[in-house]
């Protein structure tokens, strides 16, 4: 159930899993560089150690994004192919039991060749982080690190169970390197557990978002793509030692909706987000016009408090998303849109026809269930009269099938 | 309900009771003992005419007034303030001492310090904390701070230092660092399962610190910062300099977990790992 980050941003989010409160396995492997392989922007290219689903694939910034329902019952084993030091995986922000929290002296630590596993409860829907606790400072640094994401119970794309419904999604995860801690005898020490070790003094040279900078952030793993009246939910965490500044353009009106896994006791429309190591945001955008432009990421010292570095990172947004011919493939129709009356929904292939069609509100508030059976060949006509006016989300939720449609009640 | 209603009324009439709260603290200079044996000038307010390191927590009722004596001993002049509390500040010259007096209606935390020739003086190890209670759970006092080895002497010499390059190299809560830190009861957090625990936070260095708590989450009940930030359920809390929080955690379950600055060069200490910002909260069935 862990999926690469590109797999987010391109849109496939509806399919990281549909069954309730499963039992979720995967394993990761962790790994270091015995030679310089990574290359950044720049083309200097640095060790780095990190998890990785394969054993064979290079190591990347950074590690893959863990994917979970709410409720869900977790296994998340980790093999230790480092060749030299321990290593764990701390579940930042999760409150698991001690025994599993990846702290080497309170919990365990895996030696290399040993595999330990992970198991725990997927908590409320959010947004998290997973690092090594091992040598912290320096593990992390290194690259032992990712996001892990709660998604509601349903699977569905929501914010949390009852919270706010989104078109299209994007998790960035804020941090930076100084390549003096990449270099050999740092990324190949085979630490001592317990013992004291000597960090050189930070000094970054690279800002990234997702392991990305500069011009490398021209990539879909960094920009936001959409289009008026879209909801664009954005999950922001700082595994970093600087502080972040995001700074969205105005005409996205974002608003912050949620931190550190759990709601906000109530939305603040703010263009400014500032998080700092170990925090996570969650913001909401609702774009009301068509727009190119950048999301301004800073990062500020902590000691100074100055901005050393300034990422942009690219925002396209097209005209209205309206409902037309280029629909017909999909596998449901909702038309007309807008409607002022009867919304008629199509099916086309579904794969399991015992699932729930629903209209939700933006906010994610259930307000209209369908009751009828549904078949291959169904065509629904639901009488969306009672509604008030303004935008709403069709969803049809089945074991296999998670479908989203937008509509507009005028 | 009529009995109910009785006992809300008398603990109300408890609380409003406001006390005048006497209490007299020392301006000392000497010199900070870091956990590498470290050591640079500083100065704290202090207790009584003995230096420590750490200066006192002075704590109050909502609705309490404090009448309080600043000594001076040191050598030079000095200035006296609440941050969040007034603008205005008392000056004390060498030598010399000032009574005076305070009355807190919001309960919270606070910084005294001495603001001359800001950030110099609080920098140096002038700035302590004062909480206003509106409860009687266990509590827990972190006054957080850094400290760059390198430039106390000469800020206690007026050698101009250039702020831009602040780069501190010790990490202290209360004065100290791990794993002196889990040796503090004030600092330390111990509980029980289902107790209330209230967690005071002052930074009274230069730097952002970012607080993260292992296994729990806690609710944010007073911000010096933003009332925005009040009634947050987090479990990363950023801190500015001169900030304060109040926090709430009311622990699940029992374990010993790390509670740390997630700004990870600061869970060192002179370039060690890991003797810096880092302790254990320790939570028993
Ligand atoms: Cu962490
Ligand atoms: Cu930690």
Known sequence: ???????IVLGMLFLASFARAQVTTNLLYSKMDFFAQH??????????????????????LPSPVLIYNEGDSVDLGMHNFSQAAHHTIHLHGLDVDQATDGVPHLSFSIPHDSVGHYQFIAPHAGTYLYHCHVVSTLHVQAGMYGLLIVRP??????TWDGGYAFDSENAWLFSEIDTNWHQNDIINDPYVPGSTVEILDYVPQYFMINGKTETQLSNPETSIEGSVNDAIYMRLANIGNYGNRVIFPASLNAQLIDSDGRPLPSAINT????????????VLLSPDTEFTGNVDVEYINMNTQLVESTQEA???????????????EQEMIVYPNPTQNDLNVVFNGLKDYNGTLKIMDVNGKTVLVNNENLNENSTLSLNTASLDKGVYFIQYLSSYDNLLKKFVRQ | MKSFAGIVVLILGLSSYAATVEEKIYILSDSMTCVDNTTFPYRTFNDFNAFSQNNPILQLNQDDSLSLWVVNFDSIDHNFQIEDYASTFETIPAGDSVLVGYKFVNAGGYIYH????????QY?????????KDHSHDSFYWNIKEHDSTWNDNLLHNVAVDWTTYEPDFFTINGNSNPDINADPLARIVGNVGDTLILYMSNTGNSVHSMHLHGYHATILYSSKSALEVGREKDTFPIHPMQSLVLRIVPDKEGEYPVHDHNLVAVTG???YANGMFMTMLISP
């Open chain 1, 1 to 7: 159930m862990s999926f690469q980050f590109r797999h």
């Open chain 1, 39 to 60: 290359e950044l922007y720049d083309g200097n290219v640095i060790r780095l150690m990190g998890y990785t689903e394969l054993i064979g694939t290079p190591i990347d």
């Open chain 1, 153 to 158: 119970p349903d699977g569905g794309n929501t």
């Open chain 1, 271 to 282: 263009d400014t987000v500032e998080l700092y190591p170990g925090e996570r945001y969650g």
């Open chain 1, 314 to 328: 690219p925002v396209t947004i097209s005209g209205f998303n309206t409902i037309n011919q280029w629909e017909v």
């Open chain 2, 114 to 121: 001495d603001p001359l020739n800001a950030p110099t003086n």
């Open chain 2, 124 to 132: 140096l190890g002038l700035a302590g904390m004062i909480i206003v």
């Open chain 2, 270 to 272: 002179n370039n060690l």
